[in-house]
């Protein structure tokens, strides 16, 4: 199967910008989730999306929305951008079943400047 | 709710050596636990995970981790590590029986020298 894919690579944004990030989940995987990346803060989850509906939130400003698609594609938007958004995005996507195993794509680095 | 502490945030270690990177957490829940790799530029992998059963749980890569519930430990361990294993390593946590998203440590960054 092919893996958890996520395009752009790379982005490089000015602030006040905004910008859409994709990812592509595993064939069959429903549930899609986002993280920031960051050296100072980690890995700080943003949202899970599972059959086109938030179902889980983490502690983000509403500048940062996402949306899934019927073919579980999800995408994740950033209004506005600021410097601090400056960050590696990483998409994860689960399969259906209790054991929360989530495999993650390349990650999308977002430069702000 | 759930915590993750990864007591160390750098370890290097010289090449041949044992390594041993630790992650305690806090939950009121039964868990699953879960260890994950990140080379440089590049996504999260897994590399092993306890979800029941025998404590000691081998993974990818001669990479092992012990389930101390008493010790709310789940520290991972590899007896001769490669300059290869250079990585940033997460410990995650999640309660078992249902869908919930994982909570992450902040990562140990392994840092093996020639």
């Known amino acids: 199967k092919a893996g958890v894919t996520q395009t752009p690579r790379y982005l490089i944004k000015t602030r006040g910008q905004q910008v859409t990030l994709s990812c592509s989940p595993i064939?069959?995987?429903?549930?899609v989730s986002w993280y920031q990346q960051t050296p100072g803060q980690g890995l700080q989850f943003l949202f899970e999306?599972?059959?086109?509906?938030?179902?889980n939130k983490g502690n983000f400003p509403g500048r940062f929305s996402g949306r899934q698609f019927s073919n579980s594609r999800s995408e994740m938007n950033v209004s506005t951008l600021e410097l601090g958004d400056s960050a590696l995005y990483l998409c994860?996507?689960?399969?259906?079943?209790?054991?929360?195993?989530?495999?993650f794509g390349p990650g999308t680095r977002l430069t702000v400047l | 709710a759930q915590s993750v502490t990864q007591l160390d945030s750098q370890v290097p270690v010289f090449e041949e050596a044992p390594v041993e990177l630790r992650c305690n957490y806090s939950?009121?829940?039964?868990?699953?636990l879960f260890w994950y790799v990140q080379y440089p530029n590049q996504g999260l992998q897994l590399l092993l995970k306890?979800?029941?059963?025998?404590?000691l749980v081998k993974g990818i890569n001669g990479f092992e981790a012990e389930f101390n519930k008493s010790q709310t430990s789940f520290h991972l361990r590899k007896p001769s590590v490669h300059i290869s294993d250079t990585a940033e390593y997460f410990c995650?946590?999640?309660?078992?029986?249902?869908?919930?998203?994982?909570?992450f440590g902040r990562g140990t960054s392994l840092i093996v020298h020639p």
């Open positions: 994860a996507s689960t399969p259906t079943g209790p054991y929360n195993e989530q495999f």
């Open positions: 064939s069959g995987h429903r549930s």
């Open positions: 999306y599972f059959s086109e509906t938030q179902r």
């Open positions: 939950s009121s829940v039964s868990v699953y």
């Open positions: 306890y979800l029941s059963g025998s404590t």
């Open positions: 995650a946590v999640s309660p078992s029986g249902g869908s919930y998203i994982p909570t």
